[in-house]
């Protein structure tokens, strides 16, 4: 993610991933602007999943990468046991997504997915993993995130990104604000227009 504060103006990257049969494909998407209630939204929700779909159902909770349709299935990998704990392996035509994923460097124990699958998914909450430290496994402020080397966001020195954070806050709050008012007045013009209608009909029955 990024902002360019002479423009005023959010901006976010994505990482596609697409099925086609028994093959999966993954491109780079180009920068694309967004408003700062989405932006907003998802300002802590950086290296994850933001959209997904499995069984025809499509979610838009922030889940870590690759929770929801790869890791746990079956059809791209198994749990492995080691040192009395149980990691998630990719198939070799497959260990591409582990490094996508980064998953040497942090692997995926089956504590983990567990907790998401069972407490979070379909439910309508982010997961952001195990805490240590004081930080979650995942999300913008995570080591996860943070060890992206390749993140413009990350290179941002820390005064740039409490700016962003700040700015973004006031505008998307406005921006809601400014919506409910819009929303308040339609819904009073409809009701307005409804109660006139309803008063000329029953007086045309009335005179009758």
Known sequence: MDFKEAESKY?????????????????ES????????????NVNNMGMELVSKKNGK????????????YVGNKQY???QQRD??????????????????RMAMFPVRYSYWNDYNRNYYGRGRSYY???SNKRNMYGTNSNYTKSNTSSSWNKKPTSF????????SRSATATKSRNARRSAARQS???????????????GGFGK
Not at 30 to 41: K, L
Not at 58 to 69: C, E, M, V
Not at 189 to 202: G, V
Request: hydrophobic share 30%; net charge positive; proline share 5%.
């Open 11 to 27: 901006f976010h990257k994505y990482q596609i991933i697409t099925e086609n049969g028994d093959s999966i494909q993954s491109k």
């Open 30 to 41: 180009p920068w694309t602007q967004v408003n700062d209630t989405f932006f907003d939204a």
């Open 58 to 69: 499509l979610s838009k909770i922030a889940a870590p990468p690759g929770y929801t349709n």
């Open 77 to 79: 990998g198994q749990w």
């Open 84 to 101: 009395g704990n149980s990691f998630w392996e990719f198939y070799g035509k497959y260990a591409f997504m582990s490094s996508m994923f």
């Open 129 to 131: 993993g195990p805490v």
């Open 161 to 168: 990104k409490s700016r962003v954070r700040s700015s973004v």
């Open 189 to 203: 013009r409809n009701t307005s227009r409804y109660s006139k209608s309803n008063t000329r009909s029953r007086s």
